[in-house]
């Protein structure tokens, strides 16, 4: 009977510490390598992701420019650089993009940031009706400015910039910290006054203010709806002349 019982309680013995242990190194091992893998996807689930977010900003950036564009008429201008356009010639190349639109308003496009702006109606600069707070780089802005007769509009009062309204096409959060950069150029051999039927925009998102590094980048082509000309003429001035 003692024997018996010796045999059950040996049938009935468990695992040893040392092989609980070398469980426990092999569960760890497989946890471990299990946690490398899932990480690295899950790494390029979020690169995927980003850039999927990165698309559909500068798609949805290019559509909003097609639309404004595709109201020029008149005349289309480039400025080299769209923070920088008082007093300056236009240029085949630059990241502003100036012209009159249907409703005799003189329209800039950029994506250079501007000052604090002051907004006001008519030629009148005195009759001030708000402004537009100071934009960094990297968003996309449209102002808008009354045309004189002459073909000049007043881009600054002397001491900051004014307009007639601004309108930023999309908020901060919009651009999920990338920096939007849009540079327009002409045709090649395109002459001052010559006719424009299209341009070339080249779209770009940045991971830094100073667009050094390039996210994702695109080129479209925008077609006009009207007959317009290319023009390297002074038309964003400092001064109000007495030209209604």
């Known amino acids: 009977m003692r024997k018996k019982k010796h045999r059950i309680l ?3 013995a468990g695992t040893t510490l040392v092989e609980t242990l070398v469980s426990l190194l092999l569960m ?12 690295g996807a899950y790494r390029v689930y979020l690169r995927l992701q980003k850039t999927q977010y990165a698309e559909s900003i500068l798609d949805t950036a290019m559509t909003e420019v097609r639309d404004l564009a ?4 008149g005349y289309v201008k480039l400025y080299l650089d769209g923070a920088q356009i008082a007093d300056q010639p236009g240029k085949t190349t630059g990241t502003a993009m100036e012209f009159l639109d249907s409703n005799g308003y003189v329209v800039l496009i950029s994506t250079d940031g501007c000052e604090k702006t002051t907004l006001y109606r008519g030629n009148d600069l005195e009759n001030v009706i708000g402004t537009q707070e100071a934009l960094p780089k990297g968003r996309l802005l449209a102002r808008y400015y009354n045309r004189k007769n002459d073909g000049t509009y007043l881009y600054t009062d002397g001491t900051q910039p004014v307009a007639r309204a601004a309108a930023e096409a999309y908020g901060e959060g919009f651009y999920m910290g990338y920096y939007l950069k849009v540079t327009y150029r002409v045709p090649d051999e395109t002459a001052d006054g010559g006719e424009l039927s299209s341009l070339v925009a080249d779209v770009a998102l ?9 996210v994702i980048s695109d080129t479209e082509i925008l077609d006009f709806r009207y007959k317009i000309k290319y023009s390297e003429g002074v038309t964003a001035t400092t001064v109000m002349n007495n030209t209604p």
């Open 206 to 214: 940045y991971q830094d203010e100073n667009c050094t590094e390039l």
């Open 28 to 39: 760890s091992i497989l946890i471990g390598m299990a946690a490398r893998v899932l990480s």
């Open 10 to 12: 040996r049938e009935r």
């Open 70 to 73: 595709n109201d020029a008429c």
